[in-house]
């Protein structure tokens, strides 16, 4: 069975400086992994996939993720952060090429930037 | 092009009661899932679809019923409320299954 893990629950980071959230999983075979974030009283919405080719993902409002093999890592970037960029992330995988397509997910970090 | 639609967005029920959460998608899209977000843990696959008629069990499947008589439709039925089942629900949909779109969410409060 597949999980993701996100082992911070909340992330600060003041508006203009760099940011990361954290996500490392484990699953059968190639991951296929995602990035989704979720506003307030809001349903998820897509950033980014990483399914095959370059480990740097970019993705929507400016955000990339880093896949590392080795380190089965996919964390979350964004060069510059702004205020609008405070939400709820949500990292989730699952088995490429064969096995079940639903989507496990992280426990969520919440990422609050501050002015 | 509506999307995800997932009706109603509220309700409240009385432990022991039935229900059923309605999800609908226009997109023609083969797989959808049935999740519920719970506090620090994240989203929990209830059930899957991987077509009309075709259904599976997720991770917290129990007090939970799903049936996918067409592609459209992938109706979530609550068998008897626990306040257990207190939550936000949330249905997805995907064509490949390498990317979902997810509704807006039914906030439940079982009483």
């Known amino acids: 069975a597949q999980s993701v893990a996100q082992p911070e629950d909340q992330v600060n980071v003041a508006e203009g400086n760099p940011l990361t959230v954290k996500c490392t999983y484990s699953?059968?075979?190639?991951?296929?992994l995602f990035w989704y974030v979720q506003y307030p009283n809001r349903g998820l919405q897509f950033l980014l996939k990483?399914?095959?080719?370059?480990?740097l993902v970019k993705g929507s409002y400016g955000f990339e993720a880093e896949f590392n093999k080795s380190q089965t890592s996919f964390h979350l970037k964004k060069p510059s952060a702004l205020v609008s960029d405070s939400a709820l992330y949500f990292c989730?995988?699952?088995?490429?090429?064969?096995?079940?397509?639903?989507?496990?997910f992280g426990s969520g970090t919440r990422l609050q930037v501050q002015p | 092009n509506a999307g995800v639609t997932q009706t109603p967005k509220f309700q409240v029920l009385k432990t022991g009661q039935s229900m059923t959460l309605q999800c609908a998608q226009d997109?023609?899209?083969?797989?959808m899932s049935w999740y519920r977000q719970d506090p620090g843990m994240g989203l929990r696959l209830i059930h899957y679809?991987?077509?009309?008629?075709?259904?599976d069990q997720g991770e917290v499947p129990n007090g939970y019923n799903v049936s996918r008589s067409t592609t459209e439709d992938f109706p979530l039925r609550l068998l008897s409320a626990a306040p257990s089942q207190t939550s936000v629900y949330f249905c997805?949909?995907?064509?490949?299954?390498?990317?979902?779109?997810f509704g807006s969410g039914t906030r439940l409060t079982v009483v």
């Open positions: 997805a949909s995907s064509l490949t299954g390498n990317g979902y779109t």
């Open positions: 699953v059968s075979g190639n991951p296929y």
């Open positions: 990483y399914i095959t080719g370059d480990n």
């Open positions: 989730a995988v699952r088995p490429g090429d064969t096995g079940r397509r639903a989507l496990t």
């Open positions: 997109m023609n899209h083969e797989y």
């Open positions: 679809s991987v077509g009309a008629g075709i259904t």
